[in-house]
């Protein structure tokens, strides 16, 4: 049986406790032993085996290279970082002057920075903070101008994951007062219901579904005289209208269309790390920042990092991905299809904006079609890559797709054939 201390002590070993951590390298050493022990692995053998069996990295969660079609796609963590953000994030991993004013050297703004970038991009807006998601804004604004909330029933969302907007609010002490139908709400439905308990008018944008037929909904603008706090969950995060998304609501036309206050997740189509951003009149901000709920949703100094480096810095990858032309992803699907020779095939495809955003709208896309049997190889590779089944192949969509990470889309499905 090779000893514990000898398989630790094996250069390649010792580089990688210096990096995972002894406990980690020491947990594989002994899963190895155990191996030995059963008769599976020859005791020759062991260190390679430790070696071959070490992780990556110390954190269990891998890159995974999205070939969905699905852009923001919630369970393959939402939107990738631009570069700047990932750059931005590790400066500030450090010690950092998040809270500090360096020029006087008394306490600063927190966040100022990526504060003032959102005032920078969404005009319309007095004042801003950011919490640690959508859903934490919500529960924020809930909490500290509830009382009674007026929603429309239609309006009513489960999230996913069996999460539900109402429950969510009523968690708070909120009481929820819903107007209308499944189907229908009229102005005077709010009109009716608003009261000297009421607290805010809640209009929660249906991201994930849509209603059709015999509909009626009553937009922020018509809203805004109905004498109390309007405040708009968009959810998607769109800061300005974008020509590709013509139905999806933007943060900049909700406010100047009168929300007092509107609600997005940073995460989805601004295309930034997870937060939920509030912006709007600034004694509503104020209230919301001195809340003592605050404390416990606000974000972290590589968040703030992140934020603002997506909202100063290039185009974020979400946006370009929602940007490409169907002849760039036609282009890049020919070349993926060469190198990979074979069965590989261009087919024309749908993607889909995802992650609660413009539910049945579909981007024109270009995927490469693959056989149907590659899907788990493909998902169990290094680096995993996901795509979707369709008519009997799996499909790679490229939309989804960060075009530096094609080569690696090639190397993946070599490794699988
Ligand atoms: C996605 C979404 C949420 C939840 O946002 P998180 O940032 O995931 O908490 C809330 N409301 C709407 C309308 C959404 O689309």
């Given at each position: 049986m090779p000893r514990t201390d000898a398989l630790l002590a094996d250069p390649r070993v010792a580089a990688a406790a210096d990096r995972l951590g002894r406990e980690l390298v020491k947990a594989v050493v002994t899963a190895v032993q155990q191996?030995?022990?059963?008769?599976?692995?020859?005791?020759?053998?062991?260190?390679?085996?430790?070696?071959?069996?070490?992780?990556?990295?110390?954190?269990?969660?891998?890159?995974?290279?999205?070939?969905?079609?699905?852009?923001?796609?919630?369970n393959l963590g939402r939107a990738p970082w631009s570069a700047a953000a990932v750059e931005a994030v590790v400066a500030a991993s450090g010690t950092t002057d998040v809270e500090l004013d360096l020029a006087t050297g008394r306490r600063g703004p927190r966040g100022e920075g990526a504060i003032q970038a959102l005032l920078a991009a969404v005009p319309a807006a007095e004042a801003a903070i950011?919490?640690?998601?959508?859903?934490?804004?919500?529960?924020l604004v809930a909490t500290c101008l509830g009382g009674e909330?007026?929603?429309?029933?239609?309006?009513?969302?489960?999230?996913?994951?069996?999460?539900?907007?109402?429950?969510?609010?009523?968690?708070t002490g909120a009481r929820l007062r819903e107007v209308g139908t499944t189907n229908r709400?009229?102005?005077?439905?709010?009109?009716?219901?608003?009261?000297?308990?009421?607290?805010?008018?809640?209009?929660?944008?249906?991201?994930?579904?849509?209603?059709?037929?015999?509909?009626?909904?009553?937009?922020?603008?018509?809203?805004?005289?109905?004498?109390?706090?309007?405040?708009?969950?968009?959810?998607?995060?769109?800061?300005?209208?974008?020509?590709?998304?013509?139905?999806?609501?933007?943060?900049?036309?909700?406010?100047?269309?009168?929300?007092?206050?509107?609600?997005?997740?940073?995460?989805?189509?601004?295309?930034?790390?997870?937060?939920?951003?509030?912006?709007?009149?600034?004694?509503?901000?104020?209230?919301?920042?001195?809340?003592?709920?605050?404390?416990?949703?606000?974000?972290?100094?590589?968040?703030?990092?992140?934020?603002?480096?997506?909202?100063?810095?290039p185009v974020p990858p979400v946006r370009r991905m929602l940007e490409a032309t169907v002849a760039e992803l036609r282009t890049r699907a020919e070349a993926v299809v060469a190198a990979l020779g074979g069965d590989a095939q261009v087919v024309d495809a749908g993607a889909r904006v995802g992650g609660g955003g413009a539910p049945e709208?579909?981007?024109?896309?270009?995927?490469?079609?693959?056989?149907?049997?590659?899907?788990e190889p493909l998902r169990r590779g290094t680096p995993p890559v996901v795509g979707y089944l369709a008519e009997g192949r799996t499909l790679l969509d490229l939309r989804s797709l960060d075009p530096a990470d094609d080569e690696a889309l090639v190397g993946a499905v070599r490794a699988c054939r």
């Open positions: 191996r030995v022990r059963a008769g599976e692995v020859p005791p020759v053998d062991a260190a390679d085996t430790v070696v071959a069996a070490l992780p990556t990295s110390a954190a269990s969660l891998h890159r995974v290279l999205n070939a969905t079609g699905v852009l923001v796609h919630t950011v919490v640690n998601n959508c859903a934490a804004a919500l529960a909330l007026v929603v429309a029933r239609g309006e009513l969302v489960e999230i996913g994951d069996g999460f539900r907007i109402p429950d969510l609010l009523e968690s709400v009229a102005l005077a439905d709010y009109t009716a219901a608003v009261g000297p308990g009421t607290g805010a008018v809640l209009k929660i944008h249906p991201s994930n579904f849509v209603v059709r037929g015999f509909t009626r909904s009553v937009e922020v603008a018509e809203l805004a005289g109905v004498g109390v706090p309007v405040v708009a969950d968009v959810g998607s995060g769109l800061l300005r209208p974008h020509p590709a998304l013509p139905d999806e609501p933007d943060l900049q036309t909700t406010l100047a269309a009168g929300a007092d206050l509107v609600l997005c997740s940073g995460d989805k189509l601004l295309g930034g790390p997870q937060a939920g951003l509030v912006l709007g009149r600034a004694d509503l901000v104020q209230r919301l920042r001195r809340h003592p709920l605050y404390r416990a949703l606000r974000v972290d100094k590589t968040t703030l990092a992140a934020l603002e480096a997506t909202l100063r810095g709208f579909e981007l024109p896309s270009v995927a490469v079609s693959v056989p149907a049997d590659l899907a």
